[in-house]
């Protein structure tokens, strides 16, 4: 079983819509919960990161994690064009000192 | 301020040889990672080098190597490359060992 299981979409929104994104993972000794974009043919660039349970925002993202259920969400308000990209959920272990990352989410909002 | 530089853009190589990827870290950054991503995955963590020392290593053969330069600037060696290797190769960089950081915009190989 992997670490970390990620919804694999792809997903084709209007623009407007929201969007959620969603990961699972088994690994109780993750402490960092992160999302990526990554854009085609570029490296993937930190959207958010939490190390605690509940809802932190930032503008028309907002990054949600349940410890408890190992589920994380990322949600995008209001989407956009430019928000079409592949979404990666990572989570980081420092006694590990490594990042394990989810397949990602191909996400295209359409005009 | 510039970011995470990687060299070169593109790589074609064939099997068996040897390829040396080169990385920049973001100004003020003192760690690098290196993780390898095939196409329509998510990026796989190879080792990380701090202090000139490989920390951490992922599940990879001995044929990944690296180093780390008093700069910390860093280099990732695949030796006897095979069709497999074939991917995008990510250089991040971080202060200290916590966390993936920032990402360069990657190198991509492909072995024939």
């Known amino acids: 079983q992997k670490e970390v299981e990620q919804d694999p979409g792809p997903l084709s929104v209007p623009e407007g819509a929201i969007v959620s994104l969603n990961c699972t993972y088994s690994?109780?000794?993750?402490?960092?919960f992160m999302w990526y974009r990554q854009y085609s043919r570029k490296g993937p660039e930190l959207l958010m990161y939490?190390?605690?349970?509940g809802n932190k925002e930032d503008g028309r993202f907002t990054a949600q994690v349940d410890k408890s259920s190992k589920y994380i969400s990322l949600f995008i308000r209001d989407s956009q064009p430019s928000d079409s990209a592949t979404y990666l959920c990572a989570f980081y272990n420092t006694n590990a000192g490594k990042s394990t990352f989810g397949d990602g989410t191909t996400l295209t909002v359409k005009p | 301020d510039a970011g995470v530089t990687q060299s070169p853009t593109h790589l074609i190589k064939t099997r068996g040889q040897q390829v040396t990827l080169r990385c920049s870290p973001k100004s003020g950054h003192d760690t690098v990672s290196w993780y390898q991503q095939a196409l329509g995955q998510g990026p796989q963590f190879i080792f990380q080098y701090y202090e000139e020392e490989e920390r951490q290593r992922g599940n990879f053969p001995d044929r990944f190597s690296g180093h780390q330069f008093p700069n910390y600037s860093s280099e990732l060696n695949v030796n006897a490359l095979l069709l497999g290797d074939s991917a995008l190769y990510l250089c991040?960089?971080?202060?200290?060992?916590?966390?993936?950081?920032?990402f360069g915009p990657g190198t991509r190989l492909t072995v024939t």
């Open positions: 991040a960089s971080s202060l200290g060992t916590g966390g993936s950081g920032y």
């Open positions: 939490t190390y605690s349970s």
């Open positions: 690994n109780s000794a993750f402490q960092y």
